[in-house]
Nanobody, 126 residues
Framework: QVQVVESGGGLVQAGGSLRLSCAAS????????MGWFRQAPGKEREFVAR????????DYAESVKGRFTISRDNAKNTVYLQMNSLNPEDTAVYYC???????????????????WGQGTQVTVSS
């Protein structure tokens, strides 16, 4: 199967920026749609952003629209989440996920994804 590993999490001040990376391995020649989710303590896992294989189809949760940008570099099997104007409400463990529908631009439920990373902690202080 596919292994995905998130990185780039950490502590940042409110209003600051952070860039998360998600590296995929194990199936170099396969195509996947990719998504980011997050989960704060005591809350359910929440959809953040989605990108199709081509990179042309992108979808964002309303809470991050205009602040976060998802992108991908298929040559590096890597997906990125650029997070700007961070606030304490963005504090959560962020998860990267992959599915087998490379052309789908929208997939907002966790059950839509087949492979998951271990998560990376993002903490925004104020």
């Amino acid at each position: 199967q596919v292994q995905v590993v998130e990185s780039g999490g950490g502590l940042v001040q409110a209003g600051g920026s952070l860039r998360l990376s998600c590296a995929a391995s194990g199936r170099t020649f396969s195509r996947y749609g990719m998504g980011w989710f997050r989960q704060a303590p005591g809350k359910e896992r929440e959809f953040v952003a989605r990108i199709s294989w081509s990179g042309l189809g992108r979808d964002y949760a309303e809470s991050v629209k205009g602040r976060f940008t998802i992108s991908r570099d298929n040559a590096k099997n890597t997906v990125y989440l650029q997070m700007n104007s961070l606030n304490p409400e963005d504090t959560a463990v962020y998860y990267c996920a992959a599915d087998r529908r490379p052309d789908s631009a929208v997939a907002r439920t966790p059950s839509s994804y087949n492979y998951w990373g271990q998560g990376t902690q993002v903490t925004v202080s104020s």
